[in-house]
């Protein structure tokens, strides 16, 4: 157990919908990634948010946008969706910012777009 | 371009048989790092290891070592007398400060079947 808990663990929706997905770092951690990881794409890096602040965008699609809150967990918004969509996505919290401490990876949410 | 590049997408050995999973990767940062996870069947992604780029030595786990070679831009992790739980996809992942704050850049990663 990584101590990064995520729900919910499985998502089913349809096109055009839109999704919150949760995440809760590590007890102490003030770095929260988001990463997608899809059949075609593979393990792709979406967003990092430090401590309330958005710190570096990856691969974001502009319908995809998240957030870090005061007790640090963090929300990814996915809206519009499309089928391409649907693949398992993780959160990942690391202690630091400003140097690369390993990144504990959460159960990962898996989405299904119909 | 694909930063880090697993060329063996998928290996099958059988059990009790070594097997080595390579990682070639670039980078212009002269100081970055390198990491190896694991994702089983369950679908969790596993921290296994971080070395820095400073730091060449060599370091071996259980049946599980890594060889870090700054020459060859490789880093290599190889399981000894692999066992059926052994099974699973492995990344390797490069962190760069250049990059997105030292967010991972990841391998396609390579699927390893161990079989009785």
């Known amino acids: 157990d990584s101590g990064v808990t995520q729900t919910p663990k499985h998502l089913i929706t349809a096109t055009g919908q839109r999704v919150t997905l949760r995440c809760s770092p590590r007890?102490?951690?003030?770095?929260v990634y988001w990463y997608q990881q899809s059949l075609d794409q593979g393990l792709q890096f979406l967003i990092h948010?430090?401590?309330?602040?958005?710190?570096a965008k990856g691969n974001i699609l502009e319908r995809f946008s998240a957030q870090q809150f005061p007790d640090l967990h963090s929300e990814l918004n996915l809206s519009s969706l499309e089928l391409g969509d649907s693949a398992l996505y993780f959160c990942?919290?690391?202690?630091?910012?400003?140097?690369?401490?390993?990144?504990?990876f959460g159960p990962g949410t898996r989405l299904l777009v119909l | 371009a694909q930063k880090v590049t697993q060329a063996q997408t998928e290996i099958s050995v059988v059990e009790k048989e070594d097997v080595t999973l390579d990682c070639v990767y670039e980078?212009?940062?002269?100081?970055?790092?390198l990491f190896w996870y694991k994702q089983p069947p369950s679908g969790e992604l596993v921290f296994l290891i971080r070395r820095n780029s400073f730091d060449e030595q060599n370091e071996i786990s259980g049946r599980y070592s890594w060889n870090f070679q700054k020459s060859t831009s490789s880093f290599n992790f190889t399981i000894t007398a692999s066992q059926v739980v052994d099974s699973a996809v492995y990344f390797c992942?490069?962190?760069?400060?250049?990059?997105?704050?030292?967010?991972?850049?990841f391998g396609k990663g390579t699927s390893l079947l161990v079989t009785p």
């Open positions: 948010y430090y401590n309330g602040e958005e710190r």
């Open positions: 007890s102490g951690d003030l770095s």
């Open positions: 990942a919290s690391s202690a630091l910012q400003h140097r690369p401490e390993t990144q504990y």
């Open positions: 992942a490069l962190s760069e400060p250049s990059n997105s704050g030292y967010a991972l850049n």
């Open positions: 980078t212009r940062d002269t100081t970055y790092y």
